[in-house]
């Protein structure tokens, strides 16, 4: 999707998960209206974008390749990115190895994980032998909350996620969007989250994104590191309910490396871990006051 003038401020929004730009319905029009350039590419694999049914293609150095061709496609300059979940990581990763692209940033519950080369923080099944199972049981909503959100150890809870979205036959966009937000879906919305995929030859982007953990190994450290140099504007808000990525110690960690972060009105909000239907409009206006106080020279 593209919308707003040609000229204006670019803004890259980045979707996670197992969603797409519909992710970015509540924010678009707004940011439009503030006549800005507003950007949202669905993942490969996911929304409306080439969905390659290989399980093994995903990884993070490979969806990172393809935006950065999707933004020297575009021939965009001083960008203003806005990332979520997964879209976080591919857009922190590609902040950090091509900074000059890039004029701001806003992170709504997300992350850089760093993961040190040679430490493996969780166990993969071999996604090219992965294969449904049909004896997993059916989601279920609290039971998701409390796995993914609540739980005294996210790193078991993320493990469990992992083995669930590429072995679970009752996997599908509209439970995991249903299950992570505080606001309520429509049944209409809540499809719209599954017409990408109407069946399981169509997901293996959902299924195999949370397994791209395995690849980032020392894969960070050069963007984590750049980004302890990036004094561009940086705002971090984060939902209070989203105890997976949008946590304290989280926001703080990234707030307190990035020196581009100080000064800024960093926020928390009652909202889960997919923010932008929980306060879309809430976060198009602090993108919007973002770019606005903070003028490129």
Same mark, same amino acid.
Request: aromatic fraction near 8%.
């Given at each position: 999707?593209?919308?707003?003038?040609?000229?204006?401020?670019?803004?890259?929004?980045?979707?996670?998960?197992?969603?797409?730009?519909?992710?970015?319905?509540?924010?678009?029009?707004?940011?439009?209206?503030?006549?800005?350039?507003?950007?949202?590419?669905?993942?490969?694999?996911?929304?409306?974008?080439?969905?390659?049914? /290989? +399980? &093994?293609?995903?990884? !993070?150095?490979?969806?990172? @390749?393809?935006?950065?061709?999707?933004?020297?496609?575009? $021939?965009? =300059?001083?960008?203003?990115?806005?990332?979520?979940?997964?879209?976080?990581?591919?857009?922190?990763?590609?902040?950090?190895?091509?900074?000059?692209?890039?004029?701001?940033?806003?992170?709504?519950?997300?992350?850089?994980?760093?993961?040190?080369?040679?430490?493996?923080?969780?166990?993969?099944?071999?996604?090219?032998?992965?294969?449904?199972?049909?004896?997993?049981?059916?989601?279920?909503?609290?039971?998701?909350?409390?796995?993914?959100?609540?739980?005294?150890?996210?790193?078991?809870?993320?493990?469990?996620?992992?083995?669930?979205?590429?072995?679970?036959?009752?996997?599908?966009?509209?439970?995991?969007?249903?299950?992570?937000?505080?606001? /309520? +879906? &429509?049944?209409?919305? !809540?499809?719209?989250?599954? @017409?990408?995929?109407?069946?399981?030859?169509?997901?293996? $982007?959902? =299924?195999?994104?949370?397994?791209?953990?395995?690849?980032?190994?020392?894969?960070?450290?050069?963007?984590?590191?750049?980004?302890?140099?990036?004094?561009?504007?940086?705002?971090?808000?984060?939902?209070?309910?989203?105890?997976?990525?949008?946590?304290?110690?989280?926001?703080?960690?990234?707030?307190?490396?990035?020196?581009?972060?100080?000064?800024?009105?960093?926020?928390?909000?009652?909202?889960?871990?997919?923010?932008?239907?929980?306060?879309?409009?809430?976060?198009?206006?602090?993108?919007?006051?973002?770019?606005?106080?903070?003028?490129?020279?």
């Amino acid at each position: 999707v593209e919308e707003g003038p040609a000229e204006g401020e670019v803004v890259l929004l980045l979707h996670g998960q197992p969603t797409w730009s519909y992710l970015y319905r509540k924010m678009i029009p707004p940011l439009a209206e503030a006549e800005h350039r507003v950007i949202a590419p669905d993942l490969i694999g996911m929304g409306r974008s080439d969905k390659p049914t /290989s +399980l &093994t293609i995903h990884t !993070l150095a490979q969806h990172v @390749a393809w935006m950065k061709s999707f933004v020297e496609g575009l $021939g965009l =300059r001083d960008v203003t990115l806005f990332g979520q979940d997964w879209g976080s990581i591919i857009g922190l990763r590609l902040v950090g190895e091509n900074p000059d692209l890039f004029a701001r940033v806003m992170i709504a519950n997300g992350d850089l994980p760093p993961m040190p080369a040679g430490v493996q923080l969780f166990t993969f099944p071999d996604r090219a032998t992965a294969t449904i199972d049909d004896d997993a049981p059916a989601m279920d909503f609290e039971g998701l909350k409390r796995e993914m959100f609540e739980s005294a150890n996210p790193l078991e809870a993320f493990q469990r996620w992992i083995t669930f979205a590429l072995t679970s036959p009752h996997f599908t966009s509209s439970d995991v969007v249903a299950a992570s937000t505080v606001s /309520s +879906l &429509t049944p209409e919305e !809540l499809s719209a989250y599954d @017409a990408p995929f109407p069946d399981v030859r169509y997901r293996a $982007g959902p =299924r195999t994104l949370p397994s791209m953990a395995a690849g980032i190994q020392g894969g960070n450290d050069r963007a984590w590191e750049e980004l302890g140099r990036f004094e561009k504007p940086f705002l971090s808000v984060a939902g209070e309910q989203d105890g997976l990525l949008g946590t304290r110690a989280i926001q703080d960690r990234l707030t307190g490396h990035i020196p581009g972060a100080a000064g800024q009105p960093h926020e928390r909000v009652e909202a889960h871990h997919f923010i932008q239907e929980d306060a879309g409009p809430l976060l198009a206006d602090r993108l919007d006051r973002l770019i606005r106080r903070t003028p490129r020279a």
